[in-house]
């Protein structure tokens, strides 16, 4: 079992940056990768960014460029650097943990961005 813990979510204007963070209950060099997902009201949960235990990283099209994922080993957390954020970035963010036999979520951190 891994448990999940994010914050770092808010009301901001559009342009502007924010950082989420998500702490595992354990290293997270015991899950294959982190990610990060959002989702939108009436929508689907959305892939956003992930970084693997090699710290390989991959983002979704529409956050490349302005999204950053990183993590901390030792604080067993991952960040998501979010800058110049848009009203279409509204979502609640979700942390995930890809594990070897099973997947654990995080509880979710809003994030709304004022136009």
């Known amino acids: 079992q891994v448990q999940l813990v994010e914050s770092g979510g808010g009301l901001v204007q559009a342009g502007g940056s924010l950082r989420l963070s998500c702490t595992a209950s354990?290293?997270?060099?015991?899950?294959?990768?982190m990610g990060w997902y959002r989702q939108a009201p009436g929508r689907q949960r959305d892939f956003v960014a992930r970084?693997?235990?090699?710290?390989?990283?991959n983002y979704a099209d529409s956050v490349k460029g302005r999204f950053t994922i990183s993590r901390d080993n030792a604080k067993n957390t991952v960040y998501l650097q979010m800058n110049s954020l848009r009203a279409e970035d509204t979502a609640v963010y979700y942390c995930?943990?890809?594990?070897?036999?099973?997947?654990?979520w995080g509880q979710g951190t809003q994030v709304t961005v004022s136009s």
């Open positions: 995930q943990a890809l594990g070897f036999v099973e997947d654990y």
């Open positions: 354990r290293s997270i060099f015991s899950v294959k990768a």
């Open positions: 970084i693997t235990r090699d710290g390989l990283t």
